[in-house]
């Protein structure tokens, strides 16, 4: 085990910085149990097909030897990115851009920025919760000094996303001084335990959404769903990354895009538990979804389609349908569909959850207005709950 970085909090707790899985402790695993994406597998999935513009560092928390909390970090340089996202074109968005550019080009994330929910860290019992965010602060600050060794100022810290009722603790940690912060809720779909099939979700919609699924059913007659296997998604990734990228690009807001391999590189390394599905018209692949085991929780990932045929087809909402279905059938307690398209995941039967973080600028003259800069780099987005359910 070797580290990039090591600093002694005090006479028992120390930090480890790694930039490799390879120099991570051998029981690293046992605190990511549960949480896919705190695994030695899934970071040698960042490791390998992380965004171009990401470096990732994770961090081990030692008391005198003993492993007692693991953590994640991505650094991003917005200043390698082709795009912020093209849908939105208006002076607001112009200005987000030159605001990214000029003063948040550098962002350090403590945890991660690809997905949604508290991914950042897990910590055993046997050290007291305010301690071990303390100790996460001084990693974030010691991550800072890394990255200025390499060249590289961080504008910009931030911590995401945490569920209301931890928010006081972070407060007491010292987090205070920096910018609390909402953004988009994270959509969840809650499965009641007496479901055990897609009919069970179908009997309890109303009539209204009950219609809504018929509809969306017949219009998609033609349209042939296959799970594809590691072989099928080399064989069609140049088509696959191509459905992702124009669906990315034309989203209200981007810090990364994914590479062309990072589809490939999920599959072989976490095999079964990443799953693929493309969905073919006339043999050709029109779009796919991807959903991930994460314990009793399964995970929406990313997706992509061919715009024309998705809004003929309602391609979309079906493969929300889909996910939902599979989930029931296989027994799972939750789906976590994540924020974006908040509306139409309403309309299924997700509800948001509120998510906070903190954000601090290294420019103290910044960092006194950064409510006022987020309000460009995260803007509110109108939308309407929908209750589908009698």
């Known amino acids: 085990m070797r580290s990039d970085f090591f600093f002694k909090l005090n006479r028992k707790l120390t930090i480890e910085i790694y930039s490799s899985t390879n120099e991570l402790p051998k029981n690293w695993n046992a605190f990511a149990v549960e949480n896919i994406f705190l695994s030695k597998e899934y970071l040698e999935i960042l490791e390998e097909s992380a965004p171009n513009n990401m470096s990732c560092h994770f961090i081990g928390f030692f008391d005198e030897k003993e492993l007692v909390g693991i953590a994640l970090s991505q650094f991003l340089d917005l200043n390698k990115l082709e795009s912020f996202g093209e849908r939105d074109k208006c002076i607001k968005t112009s200005v987000r851009n030159i605001i990214f550019k000029n003063f948040c080009s550098h962002v350090l994330i403590i945890g991660n920025n690809m997905l949604t929910g508290q991914n950042a860290y897990f910590f055993s019992e046997k050290i007291d919760e305010i301690q071990a965010l303390k100790a996460l602060k001084t990693a974030s600050e010691q991550l800072k000094a890394l990255f200025i060794k390499k060249g590289f100022k961080v504008h910009v810290t931030t911590f995401k996303d945490f569920p209301k009722e931890e928010i006081t603790n972070f407060q007491l940690a010292g987090f205070h001084n920096s910018y609390q912060f909402s953004t988009q809720p994270n959509m969840l779909f809650e499965i009641p335990n007496h479901w055990k099939t897609e009919q069970d979700y179908i009997d ?187």
């Open 204 to 390: 309890a919609l109303s009539k209204k959404y009950r219609d809504q699924y018929k509809r969306a059913r017949k219009k998609s007659e033609g349209i042939v769903k296959r799970k594809m296997h590691l072989e099928d998604i080399i064989k069609y990734e140049e088509t696959i990354y191509n459905l992702y990228h124009h669906v990315a690009k034309n989203a209200h807001f981007n810090t990364f895009f994914l590479p062309k391999n990072h589809f490939r590189t999920f599959k072989e390394l976490l095999k079964d538990k990443f799953l693929f599905y493309g969905y073919f018209l006339d043999e050709k692949l029109i779009g796919f979804n991807t959903i991930i085991k994460n314990g009793e929780v399964m995970d929406t990932y990313f997706l992509g389609y061919d715009d024309t045929i998705q809004r003929e087809k309602m391609l979309y909402l079906n493969m929300l349908y889909d996910m939902i279905a599979y989930s029931i059938n296989k027994g799972f307690k939750e789906i976590i569909f994540a924020r974006t398209a908040l509306e139409i995941k309403s309309s299924v039967g997700a509800k948001p959850q509120e998510m906070f973080g903190f954000m601090k600028h290294n420019n103290s003259i910044i960092d006194l207005a950064i409510d006022k800069v987020f309000c460009y780099l995260d803007p509110e987005v109108v939308w309407q709950e929908r209750n589908p359910f009698k």
